[in-house]
């Protein structure tokens, strides 16, 4: 994530911000129902839509992003419930978001408790980093005043996706069924490229005979997690899958049309859930979420020195697909009933407790790389030194941040007080049957990554659990922190040691953490040491647009027309007047295409019986016009990658909140 211009615009305008309404919010650890053991293993997967309406803030790029105009990729929030035959269940979930929050966690929690067996140590929320989502919802005022392109906690975003996530893990909870699952591992190459080689080649594990580059150095495994539920036919199949893979979904907003999406990930995680559901014939869609691992120092591996685009990322979004899903074919043979199933938890708030095993965490601070962005993606200033990469400090290193040089140098905390970036780490194991879940509110590094899994790996068959066979470290869980690389990397500054907001130990840090949470799980069985209650002070806002009770008509503005795009693809285009955006539902359905051939009546077009519709990735809506002074709105949709089939007619509708259609437009043909 680039922090940016947002931080100059900090530091020349001190005090400056559009957020005055200062809020508490206070949760409590609520404890779940309790729910009989069942003697089998039982999972539920649902999922919830979580795309807000046009003009949120989009977060990733802090200043130099922009606000959404519309959606390309639904956003959505996807929950997996497992419950072992004897013991408590875990709840994995991830959002298309930048990432998990912590204050979010303690909201959605609260909600779940009375409905669910779930508790709160449980839980994991992971975010996939996309830098097409919503930001403004975080549990610190360093990363809601810096993460998007303007400051201040969205009261309520916040409450909408409470609410949804809320919806999803309820649902995957009371649709939970005899299970069997298959865990398994493959290798994609040529998805990413390592953007700071040199600050990788640094660390001294690394074999400098070997010649590495950038397409070596990074981490090229893909773990998947296959869960299929029995249907009401007592025969089994698929319903969810959860894969883990290091990518940088990083594409710039601009260059996506500000269009809310998944970017790649958003691609991949449909397109293989699509692969499924026609390869096996199922009677239902399964639900598809990738987790990002260690993507910190990656890039995508998208066309360079040209736009990157949504062309280039559906392409490698759909090779991605391609090459994981035989391995989903793979797991087939090994799907079994019996799965361990387990977690432990504990609240940390490390401005307080900061040092475990004689390692210790520095006091926050943001480097001056930050300021340039990272490498392939950020501003001139990456040109000059002491912004640029590669520019640590060589006088005065003796602190704890070492050789980081701060922003603001000596008056950094003048500005930067400590209690304004993240400290409340949920610090979480989770075991699903042979792996080892190492949630981290963290970018991890390529080689910062191997070293946690290798440290825990380690460590589990010391103490007895030789069925583990996979460590994975997952980034952008249950908050954001920042990066954590390797000591080695840490000493050449780059981008993500500069981001390193903890400072060169962060790595041995979590590491120990997690060290000690196994020793508790493995003595005490599934729990968590959660504080009883929560305080945020936040300085609320409201990004969503204002209200209005007036219902228009829903019109044909410009009747469909085919553009022919080289940058987004081809497209048919079709304008509309309607409703303003805060009288629309967004997360609801509002887009399909119906057809209609010659002596047939019209119906809902659908390929390999997949409906042609806005829960895919080739439709958008884009909100062109709204005028303040106008009880209308103006929208756009567009179908990329259109049917071409001159003896059919072909027809958009406009549904009334996810209901029946509201508009029909002019019918026009596959010519």
Not at 78 to 102: E, H, M, W
Not at 415 to 441: C, E, G, T, W
Not at 498 to 515: C, D, Q, V
Request: glycine fraction near 6%; proline fraction near 6%; aromatic fraction near 10%.
């Amino acid at each position: 994530m680039n922090i940016l211009k947002s931080l100059f615009v900090v530091i020349i305008v001190v005090g400056l911000c559009s957020c005055n309404n200062h809020i508490s919010l206070q949760y409590r650890t609520i404890s779940p129902q309790i729910v009989p053991d069942t003697n089998f293993f039982h999972a539920g997967v649902a999922q919830a839509d979580i795309t807000p309406p046009p003009g949120l803030p989009l977060a990733g790029y802090s200043s130099l992003s922009a606000d959404s105009k519309g959606f390309r990729i639904r956003l959505k929030a996807r929950a997996f419930y497992l419950k072992p035959a004897n013991g408590k269940p875990v709840t994995i979930v991830q959002c298309d978001l930048l990432s998990g929050s912590r204050i979010l966690h303690h909201s959605v929690s609260e909600k779940i408790a009375k409905q669910t067996d779930i508790s709160p140590a449980g839980l994991v929320i992971f975010g996939s980093h996309t830098h097409s989502g919503p930001g403004n919802y975080f549990a610190s005022k360093f990363y809601n005043d810096h993460a998007s392109n303007r400051k201040g906690f969205d009261t309520q975003l916040f409450s909408f996706l409470t609410d949804q996530i809320s919806q999803a893990i309820i649902a995957a909870y009371q649709n939970s069924r005899p299970a069997r699952i298959a865990t398994g591992l493959t290798h994609i190459d040529y998805a990413a490229r390592n953007r700071s080689l040199p600050a990788y080649l640094n660390n001294k594990t690394i074999d400098k005979s070997k010649n590495i580059n950038r397409f070596q150095a990074i981490n090229s495994a893909y773990y998947m997690i296959r869960i299929d539920t029995q249907r009401d036919n007592k025969e089994f199949e698929t319903a969810g899958i959860i894969s883990f893979f290091s990518i940088h979904p990083n594409i710039r907003p601009q260059n996506l049309s500000c269009l809310y999406s998944g970017d790649i990930l958003g691609f991949a995680q449909i397109s293989l859930a699509n692969s499924i559901f026609k390869t096996c014939h199922l009677d239902h869609m399964p639900i598809h979420a990738m987790i990002n691992m260690t993507h910190g120092d990656n890039n995508p591996n998208l066309p360079e020195n040209v736009p990157e685009n949504f062309v280039y990322a559906r392409q490698l979004g759909l090779k991605i697909a391609t090459d994981a899903m035989a391995l989903y074919k793979k797991l087939s043979t090994s799907l079994k009933s019996d799965c361990h199933i387990a977690f432990r938890a504990k609240d940390i708030d490390v401005l307080k407790s900061n040092t475990i095993n004689h390692i210790e965490l520095c006091q926050p601070a943001i480097g001056c790389p930050v300021l340039g962005g990272a490498r392939e993606k950020g501003l001139f200033l990456q040109k000059i030194p002491p912004i640029a990469p590669g520019w640590p400090k060589k006088f005065f290193t003796g602190s704890c941040q070492g050789c980081k040089r701060k922003v603001l140098g000596p008056f950094h905390g003048l500005l930067f007080s400590k209690y304004q970036y993240p400290h409340r780490l949920l610090a979480q194991i989770i075991i699903v049957d042979n792996m080892i879940l190492l949630p981290l509110p963290l970018e991890i590094t390529c080689e910062a990554g191997k070293r946690m899994s290798s440290y825990i790996h380690s460590m589990a068959n010391q103490m007895g659990l030789s069925q583990v066979h996979h460590v994975l470290p997952g980034s952008c869980a249950n908050g954001y922190w920042g990066y954590v690389t390797t000591q080695d990397e840490y000493q050449l500054q780059y981008y993500e040691g500069g981001h390193s907001l903890y400072g060169p130990n962060t790595r041995k840090f979590m590491s120990e953490i997690h060290g000690s949470l196994l020793k508790e799980l493995i003595h005490s069985g599934s729990g968590g040491d959660l504080n009883p209650k929560c305080v945020y002070d936040m300085d609320a806002y409201s990004f969503y647009p204002k209200s209005n009770t007036f219902h228009a008509n829903f019109e044909e503005c410009r009747s469909p027309r085919y553009v022919s795009d080289k940058q987004t693809s081809c497209y048919w285009s079709f304008q509309w007047t309607g409703s303003k955006p805060s009288q629309i539902r967004w997360h609801q359905p509002l887009i399909r295409i119906a057809c209609k051939s010659k002596g047939s009546d019209w119906q809902i077009l659908a390929v390999d019986n997949i409906p042609i519709d806005d829960q895919g990735y080739d439709m958008a809506i884009l909100m062109l016009e709204d005028d303040s002074s106008s009880d209308h709105t103006r929208y756009e949709t567009r179908w990329y990658y259109p049917q071409t089939n001159s003896d059919t007619l072909y027809r958009f509708e406009i549904l009334d909140n996810g209901n029946k259609p509201v508009l029909y437009s002019s019918v026009f043909t596959g010519e």
